[in-house]
C-alpha cells in the first residue's frame, strides 16, 4: 500500500449482473446519500441478499463533476429485476484494482489516473468503474474497499491492440 492506498494490479473479470438504486447527475458528497437509500431499501426487501456491495459510476462529466452512481448487489440474472430497482450489465472485462481507505479515495483515483495509468501499457476502457466493498470492508477500522476501473491493452506504439 502507498499511503493509504496500493499500486493496481490487473483482474480479468468475467461478466456479472447488479441489481440496486440509481441517483443520476450527482456529485461525489451526494454519494453517501446512495448508500442511506440503499441501506432502507435493504430493510425492507427480504429478496437481496446482503454480502459484497458495489458502487457503480458512469456517465461521468469531466466539466462539471457529476456522474451517475448506483448502490448494488450481485444480482441472479435469470431473476426479474426488483419493482424500483436498475440493472446493470457488466461485461467480462480487464480491470486496473486499487486497494484503497475511503479517506484517500480520490488521492488514489488520482494516482491511478495520473501517474499509473500512463506507463501501464493500457488506457482507460468504456465501462463502469466499480467500487466493491467487501463483507469485512470497515473504513474505520482500516479494513479497505477496491476501485476497480476498465482497461484495454494498447500497443507498443500506443495504438489499440486489434486497432488498424
Known amino acids: 500500500m502507498r499511503g ?13 449482473v447488479l441489481t440496486g438504486i440509481l ?5 461525489r458528497d451526494e454519494v453517501a446519500l446512495a448508500w442511506r437509500r440503499w441501506g432502507s ?10 454480502g459484497h456491495f458495489y458502487g457503480i459510476i458512469a456517465n461521468i462529466d469531466s466539466t462539471t463533476g457529476r456522474f451517475d452512481y448506483g448502490a448494488a448487489v450481485v444480482a ?3 431473476l426479474p ?3 424500483g430497482f436498475t440493472r446493470w450489465e457488466v461485461p467480462a472485462k480487464t480491470y486496473g484494482v ?6 484517500a479515495y480520490q488521492e488514489a483515483r488520482d494516482f491511478f489516473y495520473h501517474f499509473w495509468l500512463p506507463g501501464s501499457g493500457y488506457q482507460s476502457d468504456y465501462g463502469y468503474e466499480l467500487e466493491h466493498f467487501s463483507p469485512y470492508f470497515d473504513d474505520e477500522t ?4 477496491e476501485l476497480w476501473i476498465p482497461l484495454v491493452k494498447t500497443s507498443s506504439n500506443g495504438q489499440l491492440e486489434g486497432a488498424s
Open 4 to 16: 493509504d492506498y496500493s499500486i493496481p494490479h490487473f483482474v480479468e473479470s468475467p461478466g456479472f
Open 23 to 27: 441517483l443520476q447527475e450527482i456529485v
Open 41 to 50: 431499501t435493504l430493510a425492507l426487501s427480504r429478496s437481496i441478499q446482503p
Open 76 to 78: 441472479d440474472s435469470f
Open 81 to 83: 429485476t426488483p419493482e
Open 98 to 103: 486499487l486497494t484503497t481507505s475511503l479517506s
Open 142 to 145: 482500516g479494513r479497505p474497499m
